[in-house]
T-cell receptor
Framework: QKEVEQDPGPLSVPEGAIVSLNCTYSNSAFQYFMWYRQYSRKGPELLMYTYSSGNKEDGRFTAQVDKSSKYISLFIRDSQPSDSATYLCAMSVNTGFQKLVFGTGTRLLVSP | EAGVAQSPRYKIIEKRQSVAFWCNPISGHATLYWYQQILGQGPKLLIQFQNNGVVDDSQLPKDRFSAERLKGVDSTLKIQPAKLEDSAVYLC???????????????FGSGTRLTVV
């Protein structure tokens, strides 16, 4: 079993739709939970991070963590064509420093 | 602030050939990482440097992969000999302090796309 499992996608939605992206994990030692966005032929860029269970909102994006279920989600409201990218969940574990473990990524396509 | 620079952007080689990738981190970032991202997968850490010393190379296939960071700034990653399964994007990242920390930057370059034929 992989430490981090992510819905594979690809996910295709019309502009304006609400998007839900999800990851599950098995390692209860994970401390920070992050979402990275990766545009084609670019490196991942940090979109949001959370530390505790609950919701964190930033504009059209909401990150949700449920530590009891080992489940994290990213919601995108009013999706735009510019949101078309691969979304990677990532989690950090303290191995003397915070080491990142990535999910496989979900490719999102928002059509006009 | 200039980003993490990587070159070349693309490389196509035949199996059993050798290849090298170069990374220039953000100025002042002491920690440098090399990741391998195979198509359809998330990035996997290959090696982490703190200044010019290796912190973690547990997932580096040392029989064919090598990396160095001379003078604690630029770094090169080499593959010799390459195999078909080495086809991937090789991402370099850098940060001010070891590991991911809020407000200490953990920035990725655009990567080098390697195709082994």
């Amino acid at each position: 079993q992989k430490e981090v499992e992510q819905d594979p996608g690809p996910l295709s939605v019309p502009e304006g739709a609400i998007v839900s992206l999800n990851c599950t994990y098995s390692n209860s030692a994970f401390q920070y939970f992050m979402w990275y966005r990766q545009y084609s032929r670019k490196g991942p860029e940090l979109l949001m991070y959370t530390y505790s269970s609950g919701n964190k909102e930033d504009g059209r994006f909401t990150a949700q963590v449920d530590k009891s279920s080992k489940y994290i989600s990213l919601f995108i409201r009013d999706s735009q064509p510019s949101d078309s990218a691969t979304y990677l969940c990532a989690m950090s574990v303290n191995t003397g420093f915070q080491k990142l473990v990535f999910g496989t990524g979900t490719r999102l396509l928002v059509s006009p | 602030e200039a980003g993490v620079a990587q070159s070349p952007r693309y490389k196509i080689i035949e199996k059993r050939q050798s290849v090298a990738f170069w990374c220039n981190p953000i100025s002042g970032h002491a920690t440098l990482y090399w990741y391998q991202q195979i198509l359809g997968q998330g990035p996997k850490l290959l090696i982490q440097f703190q200044n010019n010393g290796v912190v973690d190379d547990s997932q580096l296939p040392k029989d064919r992969f090598s990396a160095e960071r001379l003078k604690g700034v630029d770094s090169t990653l080499k593959i010799q000999p390459a195999k078909l399964e080495d086809s991937a994007v090789y991402l370099c990242a850098s940060s001010l302090v070891p590991g991911w920390q809020i407000n200490y930057g953990y920035t990725f370059g655009s990567g080098t796309r390697l195709t082994v034929v």
